[in-house]
């Protein structure tokens, strides 16, 4: 047992190494009488511009607690706090006699592959691209206005799309194996304020070594590793799967995880014509929206020179209507970059390096589109949604990968931007009219959500915004259906879908942890491999 303190307030101008003596006059008992403290959660409270503050939640041990919350003092709370401890199941006895397969190595399939290989089943992950050292050279050479390489690039390869797309590892799941999960990224190349950081951020340059040490513990637990192998094709019969047609050859399989991402839409496809059970669900589809870092920085930390000492600010915003407008993947000192996995199409992101250095932010300006705006009932109109306006994009863009934009008052005033603006995306931009680019609820939410978000940052959202899109891989358009308790997919024993391209995740983290829930599943069943 311990207390936990919330709502300790300090200063910017005050570091960690301050809470110590902050938290014993909190407590009102001298330093050394605490014997153990840790952060839980550190945020940045910017809503009274003149006095900026870190906000702590702590675990703390005292010897005599029933003294210190007999005397407790108001504006922080203090109560016993017992932490819930990350355990795994014991092995079940069902036999495999084969080991399991996992099918991706985005955040999912890697939480997965790890948490089965430390327990002894020796998993085989299947990665249709590259090692992430090969994956960086080939994104840096789109970026230099080179060519797509279709199976490595900013979605597909070693550590799946997450690997790029800025390395926030915020989560709104919380408990052990969510906490487990950013202990792993710690342990693997990480920074240990991700255990406690309100909105955690590792950036794109980070990201890559975290993914390649993670896949390092799990070959050297007995899990392997193959890349640039592809699964085409799903062997089941008689409700249970058997095997894997990949461009490697067939794999015999008694358990397969399908941790496929988002954007693997050939393999949606081949699930559909398989009879996996799959359905159409709302995801986010919109724009990027690019404002200069210093805009952002003064109109969070106002006229404090806080940028040295916090970095670079970023902001969340949404503005309620019809169809709710909300921001998305904000990247503070970032990038726009081209999200793309299929020639002919266009698509954004964003980005940002550890540093959050660039003179820009830009964030995703995204809505629900709901499933009744799909073109049709079919399980994949989600899927044909997108290429429809990632495919009028990349004409836009003149077949060369330029991005659409528009200043954000000339989308209001339905004109085409004159003279480019300068933006922070790499090949180039081209002048557009967005709203040919998007869906019609996109369109609605912006004409209604702008100018509120404008309002919001008292008149100062609007005249430097730049919208750049469109932006339509938020989330997943499909769901592979899955039993609630088993985690299988209804009808096919031994078929696991998981994370975002199975519909059952939001990000970096919560991808991981649905692997990790999916992994203990497996466990509790089966017996380790011989």
């Not at 199976?151 to 969510?178: H, I, M, Q, W």
């Amino acid at each position: 047992m311990g207390l936990r303190v919330a709502n300790l307030r300090l200063p910017v101008n005050e570091s960690e190494a301050d809470v110590l003596p902050r938290l014993a006059k909190i407590l009102r008992i001298p330093p050394d009488e605490i014997e153990s403290w840790r952060i839980l959660r550190k945020s940045l409270d910017t809503r009274d511009k003149h006095q900026i503050q870190f906000v702590y939640n702590l675990e703390v041990s005292v010897a005599d607690e029933a003294a210190v919350l007999r005397h407790a003092p108001g504006g922080v709370a203090i109560e016993p706090y017992l932490e819930e401890p990350f355990s795994l199941p014991d092995p079940g006895t069902e036999p495999l006699a084969y080991r399991p397969v996992i099918v991706g190595s985005g955040p999912g399939g890697l939480a997965a592959a790890y948490f089965l290989a430390a327990q002894g089943y020796r998993p085989l992950v299947l990665e249709r691209g590259p090692a992430v050292s090969q994956r960086i050279r080939d994104v840096k050479q789109v970026d230099s206005g080179g060519p797509l390489a279709p199976e490595s690039n900013y979605l597909f390869g070693e550590g799946g799309a997450g690997t790029f797309s800025d390395g926030k590892l915020t989560c709104r799941l919380t408990g052990p194996d969510v906490r487990r999960i950013l202990e792993l990224f710690a342990e693997c190349k990480g920074k240990p304020g991700i255990l406690y950081e309100h909105r955690p951020h590792l950036g794109s340059n980070r990201l890559p070594a975290v993914v390649k040490a993670w896949r390092q513990r799990i070959e050297a637990m007995g899990g392997e590793v193959r890349f640039q192998c592809k699964v085409e094709d799903l062997d089941w019969a008689e409700g249970r799967i058997r095997g894997l047609k990949t461009s490697s050859g067939y794999l015999r399989a008694d358990v397969v995880v399908l941790a496929i991402g988002h954007s693997a839409r050939d393999t949606y496809e081949m699930l559909y014509r398989r009879g996996v059970p799959i359905v159409p669900k709302p995801f986010q589809f919109g724009v990027r929206v690019e404002h200069p870092q210093e805009l952002v920085n003064r109109v969070q930390y106002g006229s404090n020179r806080l940028e040295d000492r916090l970095g670079s600010a970023d902001y969340s915003l949404v503005a309620r209507g019809r169809h709710d407008l909300f921001t998305f993947c904000m990247c503070a000192g970032g990038y726009i970059i081209p999200s793309v996995s299929e020639p002919g199409y266009f698509c954004t992101n964003g980005m940002s390096l550890s540093r959050r250095d660039s003179v820009w932010a830009n964030s995703g300006l995204v809505v629900t589109v709901p499933a009744e705006a799909f073109p049709s009932n079919h399980p994949l109109a989600g899927v044909e949604l997108q290429r429809r306006y990632e495919r009028l994009a990349y004409e836009a863009g003149r077949g060369e990968y330029l991005c659409p934009v528009q200043r954000a008052v000339d989308f209001l005033h339905n004109r085409k931007t004159g003279s480019l603006p300068r933006t922070s995306y790499p090949r180039g931009v081209v002048a557009a009219r967005l709203a040919e680019l998007v869906p019609p609820p996109v369109v609605e939410a912006l004409h209604h959500g702008l100018p509120i978000l404008d309002r919001k940052w008292q008149g100062r959202f609007l005249p430097d915004a730049v919208l750049a899109g469109p932006e339509a891989r938020g989330s997943s358009p499909v769901r592979l259906l899955r039993d609630a308790t088993t985690r299988l997919s209804p009808g096919i024993d031994g078929l696991y879908p998981v994370g975002e391209g199975a519909g059952y995740a939001g990000g970096i983290i919560s991808a991981a942890v649905d692997g990790l829930r999916t992994a203990k599943a497996i466990i509790a069943r089966f017996a380790p491999v011989h």
